[in-house]
């Protein structure tokens, strides 16, 4: 593995694998769910989950359009302590890749239009969480654990149904702006 740091301080780490044509890209930030506290928790995940339904040059139609005709795959989120970006193509179209995914990373748009439905799906996860024994078991200990000291981690990253209801696109935006592009 080559390890690069670069002048900005972002550590770059590469690792050439024969084997196969492809090119994964993973990009981590420190944050997710430590990151939050009762009134924004959540709000990384719903800025995460936006991120591929607009860029200031693309609509979500064209990037998927895009991502389909390379065949890439690209998945952002948040997790306990990190946000990620990762995408995967084959070798001889990554440099397309790369200009889509940096795209994505740097000059996302949260469109309107597209918050509304992005929340409702969110507000749906939040809603099934309870059909399945096994996240609602680790919510109860998040909370029971976790909440007596005030940490972050008694939240999930779907967040609160009450905070992802009122989050609107200029507090998306400037989170993403002061957790990210900071």
Known sequence: VERTVLDNGTVLLVKRM???PLVSINLYAL???????????????LAMDLLTRGTK????????????????QIDTGCGNNSWYWRAT???DDFPKLMDAYADVVNNPSFPEAELAPMKNRV???IAGQDADWFAQAMRYFRKTYFEPSHS????TALGAADNV???????VQQWYEQQIHN
């Open 18 to 20: 024969t084997a196969t």
């Open 31 to 45: 944050g997710g769910v430590s990151a939050e506290d009762a009134k924004t928790n959540g709000l990384g995940n």
């Open 57 to 72: 040059t693309k609509n979500a139609q064209q990037l998927a359009e895009l991502f389909d005709s390379l065949g890439a």
């Open 89 to 91: 193509c084959l070798k």
């Open 123 to 125: 507000l749906a996860e």
């Open 152 to 155: 972050p981690y008694q939240f």
């Open 165 to 171: 209801k009122r989050f609107d696109r200029a507090l």
